[in-house]
């Protein structure tokens, strides 16, 4: 039903705006003394009718309703009636059904829609068959609101030849039937919408419901024909039908219609039997894997996926390796299959000799996890001949491998053959790391093989160490640290530089103080920390041991722009005390200010007594002059 909505909205929002009944405000009959005085501004009466609507009564309904066609507040006049709990209301708002015309009656109609009244039922259907059409629908409207059976059988006798005029509204009341379990009267509605002269949109969603209330064996003959029909809407009802159905219903009918439909029919039923589980005709939807039309054989490999077993992987793979237009659809369907049969056949590919099939089989057993290839895809990273294969199978080690081929993943990184595989490989064993379940198996690993690979190769054990993360892990890399070869240093401080915790900092400040070839390095590192995970006291106590260690402005500078990010007298004080005539100071300087400024609102004595400190170490002009301000202010 297309109902004729009356610009009302502003009045309701109005409404809101006044006092509800108990607040001081006029009483009915002076509300409605104003309205019905010939001297009140239009305005006024306006807003004694929208008060009306909150607060009026009985006493109010006479004499509005004679007001229902006056030209300029018929509609403020119908809304005070329409939500007037009086039964004297209803009853004014029926008796204009008959004396009220145009859309002066339209409203009245929505009204009686609005009150949801019954008795107003035979009123409204002796309307249906009004001259004015715009009427006879805001009838038909009213009568699908209302919802009675009386309401239902005055809709079910409406004239013939106003079917597609009343269309919405008979709609409605074939699903008011269709939810009562009443499917008889609803089929019959919906026929006769679906064999009237009405938009597709009505067809297509009386259709729609029709094929909800026949029985199946209707259902399944309505199916067919509209998966066969040429008629555009008829065959995407079907489908909708089908995809809103069970994930067994109409699968035998899609799987018979799909070899006599044009290619992007058939390319939408594929996709649509993809979600079914039970009924469809696997032999339908291979054939459709060999269509001359690609769309097609995309998407019956990506039915296949859904659907298929193991028996498809020829087919897939077939489609994968040849078929340009199919590849990405095939290889997502060997990685969807269920069949765990398939990983078999997909082993045994890998263990051929056709390099284009290995490289297939080890990106797909990878996206699979299957678990039962590992060994072969070891063999393979190890011992294949073309470099193509062994990059597929780490590729492959690295998404699936488990934490326990840690050590055999770590041996094929130190023995690749080529940059690339190397860096695959060692790309690898940080996955695997990382997912490992058995933290300290992953360390015993890493340290079995650290003292016995060559300086140049131990950073990506010290990489593995970072990963796993564990005291056990920093322990090792704080070992590698003071080793006696700067290769091992370089790595194990740049890997203790970044550790993913604030552990490392005392290794870190040790290797600081110490003579070692990479203190400086340790320093920031140990630095970094105090940035990213501490705050308050700790981070003051790390700046004041940084500041006691270091041996380069950089390293003091950066300690200030640290405490700098928590400004406190405590912290003021320690930053203060690097202010000095020479380059440090005078940047030092304007750290020392800013901190000044942010603790002068709650500690004036300590900003005073830094500020102080930046006026005997000196400083530019405009930065004298904030210091001699804070100093001022005290």
């Known amino acids: 039903m297309r109902r004729r909505w009356l610009p009302i909205l502003p009045l309701v929002v109005l409404c809101l705006a006044y006092p509800v009944a108990g607040d001081a405000s ?36 006479a004499a509005l309703a004679e007001l229902l066609d006056d030209e300029q507040l018929s509609h403020y006049v119908r809304y005070a009636l329409q939500t007037n709990p009086a039964p004297e209301a209803g009853a004014a708002l029926r008796t204009a059904l008959d004396q009220t015309q145009g859309e002066h009656l339209i409203g009245v109609i929505n009204s009686v829609a609005s009150r949801h009244d019954p008795q107003a039922v035979d009123a409204l259907a002796k309307l ?84 909800r209330v026949v ?73 459709a894997g060999g269509s001359p039309h690609a769309e097609v054989r995309a998407a019956a490999a990506t039915a296949l996926g859904a659907l298929g077993n193991s028996t498809d992987g020829p087919l897939l793979v077939g489609m994968a390796l040849d078929d340009a237009e199919s590849h990405a659809a095939a290889i997502e369907a060997l990685v969807r299959i269920k069949d765990a049969a398939l990983n078999e056949y997909l082993i045994g590919m890998l263990r051929g000799s056709e390099t284009s099939e290995q490289v297939l089989a080890a990106e797909v057993i990878g996206r699979r996890q299957a678990d039962n290839a590992l060994l072969v895809l070891l063999e393979q990273a190890n011992d294949a001949q073309s470099a193509e294969v062994r990059l597929a199978a780490l590729g492959a080690l690295r998404r699936m491998a488990p934490g326990t081929a840690l050590g055999q993943i770590l041996d094929l990184a130190k023995d690749a053959r080529h940059a690339d595989e190397k860096q695959l490989a060692r790309q690898a064993t940080i996955e695997i790391a990382r997912r490992s379940a058995d933290r300290a198996a992953a360390v015993a690993a890493v340290a079995q093989r650290f003292e016995s690979w060559p300086p140049e190769q131990r950073g990506m054990l010290l990489d593995v160490l970072a ?96 405490l700098a990010l928590t400004p406190t007298p405590a912290s003021l004080r320690l930053a203060a005390t690097q202010l000095s005539p020479d380059a440090l100071g005078a940047r030092a300087g304007d750290i020392v200010v800013a901190m000044a400024e942010a603790v002068a609102a709650t500690d004036p004595d300590a900003a005073a007594e830094a500020a102080a400190a930046v006026l005997e170490a000196g400083g530019s002009d405009e930065l004298l002059a904030r210091a001699r301000q804070l100093t001022e202010s005290r």
């Open 215 to 287: 029985n199946p064996n209707q259902a399944s003959a309505m199916m067919a024909d509209l998966l066969s029909s040429t008629v555009d809407w008829e065959f995407v009802v079907g489908l909708q039908a089908s995809a809103l159905a069970g994930e067994s219903r109409y699968a035998r009918e899609l799987s018979a219609a799909l070899p006599r439909l044009a290619p992007d029919r058939q390319a939408r039923v594929l996709a649509v039997l993809a979600a079914k589980r039970e009924g469809v005709s696997l032999a339908a939807v291979r054939a």
């Open 128 to 211: 249906l068959k009004s001259e004015d059409q715009a009427v006879a629908i805001a009838a038909a409207g009213a009568l699908a609101t209302i919802r009675t059976d009386a309401t239902l059988a005055a809709l079910e006798a409406a004239p013939q030849d106003r079917t597609a005029a009343f269309a919405d509204a008979l709609l409605q009341a074939a699903l008011v039937h269709e939810q009562r379990g009443e499917q008889g009267q609803a089929a019959a509605l919906l026929k006769r919408l679906a064999g009237a002269q009405t938009p597709a949109s009505v067809k297509q969603a009386a259709t729609l419901a029709l094929l």
């Open 467 to 562: 990963r796993v993360g564990t005291r056990e892990a920093l322990q090792l890399v704080a070992q590698a640290a003071e080793a006696p070869d700067r290769v091992t240093q370089n790595e194990a401080t740049r890997v203790l530089g970044s550790w993913p915790s604030a552990d490392a900092a005392p290794i870190l400040l040790k290797l600081a103080g110490a003579d070692h070839p990479f203190a400086v390095r340790s320093l920031r590192g140990y630095l970094r920390i105090a940035r990213q995970y501490k705050a308050g006291d700790a981070r003051l106590a790390m700046c004041r041991r940084a500041l006691e260690v270091a041996k380069r402005d950089d390293e003091r500078m950066l300690s200030l722009q640290i």
């Open 26 to 61: 006029p009483d009915e009959s002076t509300l409605l003394a104003r309205v019905q005085s010939p001297d009140a501004p239009l305005h006024d009466k306006a807003t004694a009718l929208e008060e009306l609507a909150l607060r009026g009564g009985p006493a109010s309904v």
